[in-house]
């Protein structure tokens, strides 16, 4: 069963989520979700910066 994720910290940039959480190992990992429909983007980063800078420069493939 698959641990429970609770993020913190949430913004948004454009279509994009970011939010605060941490992993398995239990370090600080910094989510960027596109909430598009269909369009199914997401990644993991180590800093917020990392995760702002996608957010800024995601573009979604579905129009």
């Excluded at 909430?35 to 997401?42: F, I, V």
């Amino acid at each position: 069963m698959p641990a429970r994720e609770h993020f913190h910290s949430v913004m948004r940039i454009g279509p994009v989520q970011i939010g605060t959480h941490r992993d398995r190992a239990g370090r600080t990992v910094h989510a960027a979700v596109c909430t598009a429909d269909r369009c199914g983007w997401s990644a993991d980063y180590t800093s917020r910066s990392a995760a702002q800078l996608a957010a800024r420069t995601h573009r979604c493939k579905v129009r």
